[in-house]
């Protein structure tokens, strides 16, 4: 079964660092670009990013540029998001996704394909005092 | 960055009629090149992660009923359900994977009537 499982719940106080993890199955880990997706509590789903864990190359959403990193280990099959100093508003459910993509030339961009098939269950983070 | 807006937000919906959801794109998601529409629809059901139901704007996932179908081409697209189920009660949100960032529309929660 393809599937991608991620680390579980985490409770943190403001300024901690985390890394959380996603670990894929049943597929070949390093074909798919793995994305990182926020859902803030009640709100909409927010693209993060992408790596490929193939050679660890990735793309930041400017809004999370700096904010968070990104990092694979292709011999573990897991991706892992990454806080050096959480905030209160880091408080969101963290997905990650596989969806397969290319570098296209004329735009010097990333363009996806198909869409992202399968879903970690997501990893529920709380940062509090 | 491309926005994505989606109507309405929410929606009411009678069992077994149908539903509507718009998507529109600040920017043509059309690649002229290939003739495809980098446009995705997820449905996502309370507690649960989002789960892929069309991806080109129209091509249906593999194993999503045939009540689900998408339509649109460039800035517009449509998400319908022709004959809504209980178990479709979730929101539903449109993503372009045209250019990064890859942007989700802000979501439209269907419920039943």
């Known amino acids: 079964e393809v599937q991608l499982v991620q680390s579980g719940a985490e409770v943190k106080k403001p300024g901690e660092s985390l890394k959380i993890s996603c670990k894929g199955s049943?597929?070949?880990?390093?074909?798919?670009?793995i994305v990182w997706v926020r859902q803030m509590p009640g709100k909409g789903l927010e693209w993060m990013g992408i790596?490929?864990?193939?050679?660890?190359?990735?793309r930041y959403s400017p809004s999370f540029q700096g904010q968070v990193s990104f990092s694979a280990d292709k011999s573990l099959n897991t991706a892992y998001l990454q806080w050096s100093s959480l905030k209160a508003s880091d408080t969101a459910i963290y997905y990650c996704a596989r969806q397969t993509a290319y570098y296209d030339l004329l735009t010097a961009d990333f363009r996806g394909s198909y869409g992202m098939d399968v879903w970690g269950q997501g990893t529920t983070v709380t940062v509090s005092s | 960055d491309i926005v994505m807006t989606q109507s309405p937000d929410s929606l009411t919906v009678s069992l077994g009629e149908r539903a509507t959801i718009n998507c529109k794109s600040s920017?043509?998601?059309?690649?002229?090149?290939?003739?495809?529409?980098?446009l995705a629809w997820y449905q996502q059901k309370p507690g649960q992660p989002p789960q892929l139901l069309i991806y080109w704007a129209s091509t249906r996932e593999s194993g999503v009923p045939d009540r689900f179908s998408g339509s649109g081409s460039g800035t517009d697209f449509t998400l319908s359900i022709s004959s809504l189920q209980a178990e479709d009660v979730a929101a539903y949100s449109c993503?372009?994977?045209?250019?990064?960032?890859?942007?989700f529309g802000q979501g439209t929660k269907v419920e039943i009537k």
């Open positions: 993503q372009q994977y045209y250019n990064t960032p890859w942007t």
């Open positions: 790596i490929y864990p193939a050679d660890s190359d990735t």
């Open positions: 049943g597929y070949n880990f390093i074909t798919y670009w």
């Open positions: 920017q043509s998601v059309l690649d002229s090149s290939d003739n495809k529409n980098y």
